[in-house]
């Protein structure tokens, strides 16, 4: 593809055309990820790539366009095999040199923005920034492996007794108890 760079410094938006796009295709370096992957609390990260142009809105506007692939390997929440998830996904952010900001003191409520991608427009586009944001944003929070149950769990404090699940089922007992009551009554 024309144009496309493994440029993996923040881009300075002073530099960036206006006319035409600014493409970037990142493949980050073993470092990069390893780093990565202490941050996200994950296993590994293989195929990471992250593909997509900046182009100007405006005179002062910017927007960011990409898509974002990789796999990653994280530890199941029940049985801590290694679960392996693909993870796809677009990304999208505006860089705006004007957002409308509020005083804490001023305001009380504050409604959210209808575009929640628009960020204030800074001297610089860190798309690393960006890849790693939009990974953080899209690795599952409790990944299972095939088949994994969780089981009846219980807590307590020690020398306690630990309240189960048909404990906390109180019409459980009700119920068995009316049909005590019932069966004696047809006699």
């Known amino acids: 593809m024309t144009g496309e760079t493994a440029h993996i410094a923040p881009y300075r938006v002073a530099d960036l055309s206006q006319r ?28 990471v790539t992250f593909q997509g142009q900046i182009s100007a809105l405006d005179k ?3 927007s960011l366009e990409g898509h974002l692939g990789a796999t990653v390997v994280q530890p199941c929440v029940v049985t ?9 996904a677009d990304v999208t952010r505006r860089y705006l040199a004007q957002i409308e900001t509020f005083d804490d ?26 890849l790693a944001e939009a ?8 990944p299972r492996a095939e088949n994994a149950d ?29 049909g005590k009551l019932s069966g004696d009554g047809e006699k």
């Open 20 to 47: 035409s796009p600014t493409r970037f295709s990142l493949r980050p370096d073993s470092d990069f990820l390893k780093a990565l992957c202490e941050t996200l609390k994950v296993s590994d990260l293989r195929k």
């Open 60 to 62: 002062a506007d910017w």
């Open 80 to 88: 801590l095999a290694p679960v392996t998830t693909r993870v796809e």
């Open 105 to 130: 003191d001023e305001v009380e409520e504050i409604e959210m923005p209808e575009d929640e991608n628009a960020e204030l427009l800074g001297t610089h586009i860190d798309v690393m920034d960006i």
């Open 135 to 142: 990974l953080a944003l899209n690795v599952p929070l409790y």
């Open 150 to 178: 969780l089981k009846e769990t219980v807590f307590t404090e020690p020398g306690k007794k630990a309240m189960t699940d048909e404990d906390s089922r109180p019409f459980a007992g009700l119920a068995s108890l009316r």
